[in-house]
C-alpha cells in the first residue's frame, strides 16, 4: 500500500502556470525553499530552546507558507499547528511537533526533488 | 483598467515569497525593489530612493519591525504616508489585515498569491496614488499663485516666475497666464507713468528756471543796467 502523497501535484501545477510555465524559474524556487527549509526548522528548535514563543511562531508561519505554495500540504498543516501553539504561549509539546515537522518536511522534499528532476 | 507600471517595495522576510513577487511584477512591467524585514524596509523608504516608491507590499509577521510597525510608521511620516500599502497576508489572519485596513493600509493580498489579483490590486493602488500626486501637484502650483498675488501687493512679482503653471492647459494655467497679463500690463502702465512724470517735473523745472531768469530781467534796475551797458559799448566802439 503506497503512502499517501506528500505534495499536491494540483497546487504545484498551479504555481507552475502562476510563473508563466517557466520550469527553470520553479527549478529556483524550489532551491531555495530547500535551502531555507532547513534554517527554519533549525530556527524552530533554537527558539523552543530559549523559550522564544514569537521567533517560533515567525518560523513556523513562513514554513507553513512556503510549503503551502508548493503543494506540501500536511506539512503545512503541522507547521500551522506548531504557530498555533506558539502563538498561544504554551510551548510544551512544541519539540515534538519540530520533530514531526522536520520528518514531514523530508517526505515532501523527496517528493518535490523527484518532480523536480522529472521537469 | 490600463496597466500602469511603477516601482514597487516588496517587504517580506521569505525569500521564496519575495522571488515570486518579483518574477511576477518584472513581468508586469514593475521595477522592483526587495526588503527582508521593517527595518530595513524603513531605511530604504527614507533613503535617497525616498520619492520613488509607488506602492508598497507589506508582509505582517516579520524579524526586526513587523508589518503593523512599519505600516504605523509609513502613516505617520509626512514624506511616506501617501504611498499605497498593500498587505500580503495568509488566508488565516483575516483580523491582522482588518487590523492593517483600520491603520490604514489600502488592500491585501492573500497568500500564496494569484497573479491576476495582484496585477488587479496594485494597479488599483498605482491609479490611485497617480491621482493623488496629481492633486498635490495641482495644490502646489495654486501655491504659485497665491504667493504671486501676495508679490504683487508688495510690488516685488516677477511674471517669469509663473510660467510653469501659464504652460498647463487648463483652467489654473488660464488663470495664471491672465495673473501674468494684468500684472505685465499694470507694470506697463506704471513705466509708462512715471515717464510722463519724469517729462512734467524736467517741464517744471525748465518753467521755473525761466521765472526766475525774467523775475530778474524784467527789473527797472535790470533794464538800466542794460541800458548802461549799450552807452558804454557806444562810447568804446566811438572812440
Known amino acids: 500500500?503506497?503512502?499517501?502523497?506528500?505534495?499536491?501535484?494540483?497546487?504545484?501545477?498551479?504555481?507552475?502556470?502562476?510563473?508563466?510555465?517557466?520550469?527553470?524559474?520553479?527549478?529556483?524556487?524550489?532551491?531555495?525553499?530547500?535551502?531555507?527549509?532547513?534554517?527554519?526548522?533549525?530556527?524552530?528548535?533554537?527558539?523552543?530552546?530559549?523559550?522564544?514563543?514569537?521567533?517560533?511562531r515567525r518560523a513556523a508561519h513562513s514554513l507553513k507558507s512556503t510549503s503551502a505554495t508548493f503543494g506540501a500540504m500536511d506539512l503545512s498543516a503541522k507547521c500551522k499547528d506548531?504557530?498555533?501553539?506558539?502563538?498561544?504561549?504554551?510551548?510544551?509539546?512544541?519539540?515534538?511537533q519540530i520533530a514531526v515537522v522536520a520528518t514531514e518536511y523530508e517526505r515532501a522534499k523527496a517528493e518535490l526533488e523527484t518532480v523536480q528532476r522529472g521537469s | 483598467?490600463?496597466?500602469?507600471?511603477?516601482?514597487?517595495?516588496?517587504?517580506?522576510?521569505?525569500?521564496?515569497?519575495?522571488?515570486?513577487?518579483?518574477?511576477?511584477?518584472?513581468?508586469?512591467?514593475?521595477?522592483?525593489s526587495t526588503a527582508e524585514d521593517g527595518r530595513q524596509a524603513l531605511q530604504l523608504l527614507r533613503s535617497e530612493q525616498q520619492g520613488t516608491f509607488d506602492v508598497i507590499l507589506l508582509d505582517i509577521l516579520m524579524p526586526e519591525l513587523d508589518g503593523y510597525q512599519v505600516l504605523e510608521q509609513v502613516k505617520a511620516d509626512d514624506r511616506l504616508h501617501h504611498i499605497p500599502v498593500i498587505m500580503i497576508s495568509a488566508v488565516d489572519e483575516m483580523d491582522s489585515v482588518i487590523r492593517c485596513i483600520e491603520m490604514g493600509a489600502t488592500d491585501y493580498l492573500p497568500k500564496p498569491f494569484n497573479p491576476a489579483l495582484l496585477r488587479a490590486r496594485l494597479n488599483a493602488s498605482l491609479a490611485e496614488k497617480q491621482l493623488r500626486d496629481l492633486e498635490l501637484e495641482y495644490?502646489?502650483?495654486?501655491?504659485y499663485v497665491i504667493d504671486a498675488a501676495a508679490k504683487v501687493e508688495a510690488a516685488t512679482f516677477d511674471a517669469e516666475s509663473l510660467d510653469g503653471v501659464a504652460a498647463r492647459d487648463d483652467a489654473l494655467g488660464q488663470l495664471a497666464r491672465v495673473f501674468q497679463h494684468m500684472a505685465r500690463e499694470v507694470y506697463a502702465r506704471e513705466q509708462r507713468l512715471k515717464q510722463q512724470v519724469q517729462k512734467l517735473r524736467i517741464e517744471l523745472d525748465q518753467s521755473r528756471q525761466a521765472q526766475q531768469v525774467a523775475e530778474i530781467t524784467e527789473t527797472d534796475y535790470f533794464?538800466?543796467?542794460?541800458?548802461?551797458?549799450?552807452?558804454?559799448?557806444?562810447?568804446?566802439?566811438g572812440a
Open chain 2, 1 to 32: 483598467m490600463a496597466g500602469t507600471s511603477g516601482h514597487v517595495l516588496v517587504v517580506d522576510d521569505n525569500r521564496v515569497n519575495r522571488l515570486m513577487l518579483c518574477h511576477a511584477l518584472e513581468g508586469q512591467g514593475h521595477q522592483v
Open chain 1, 82 to 96: 506548531l504557530e498555533m501553539m506558539a502563538k498561544s504561549g504554551a510551548l510544551e509539546g512544541a519539540e515534538a
Open chain 2, 223 to 237: 533794464q538800466q543796467l542794460q541800458s548802461r551797458a549799450e552807452d558804454l559799448r557806444r562810447i568804446i566802439d
Open chain 2, 139 to 143: 495644490l502646489e502650483q495654486v501655491g
Open chain 1, 1 to 56: 500500500m503506497t503512502s499517501p502523497s506528500a505534495v499536491d501535484r494540483h497546487v504545484l501545477d498551479a504555481l507552475l502556470e502562476s510563473v508563466g510555465g517557466d520550469q527553470e524559474f520553479l527549478g529556483e524556487l524550489l532551491d531555495t525553499y530547500f535551502e531555507d527549509a532547513p534554517q527554519l526548522i533549525t530556527a524552530m528548535q533554537a527558539a523552543v530552546a530559549a523559550g522564544e514563543a514569537e521567533e517560533l
